[in-house]
């Protein structure tokens, strides 16, 4: 965290900007939203143990030198990617599959 905030006045120092913006980014469901509300030590962002909680992107001030950006998770899938790998990936939700027994 203190090499965001050197990072951050250095950044300053050299090219006259206020603050950084930093994005994070990665799959579904695995922290983005709980690390940036474990870095501002309350819950800004909304979290939950499925994926997709998070729809746009959030803008969120850490300090007056860093903010960071909350984002959706990304799913990088071939086009003939099966239903079963994505499920396994969590880019499904459970409940929006059709029923194999009916």
């Known amino acids: 965290m203190n090499l965001l905030f050197k990072y951050a006045k250095k950044f300053e120092e050299k090219k006259g900007q206020e603050h950084i ?4 980014l990665g799959m579904p469901n695995v922290g983005k939203s ?29 300090n007056s030198k860093v903010n960071i950006i909350d984002s959706p998770g990304l799913m990088l899938m071939k086009t003939d990617d099966a239903t079963g790998t994505q499920i396994i990936r969590s880019s499904v939700q459970v409940e929006d599959l059709a029923d194999p027994v009916s």
């Open 34 to 62: 709980s690390v940036i509300n474990v870095l501002k030590n309350k819950p800004i962002c909304n979290t939950g143990s499925t994926p997709f909680i998070t729809r746009g992107l959030q803008e969120v001030r850490l």
């Open 21 to 24: 913006i930093v994005g994070v």
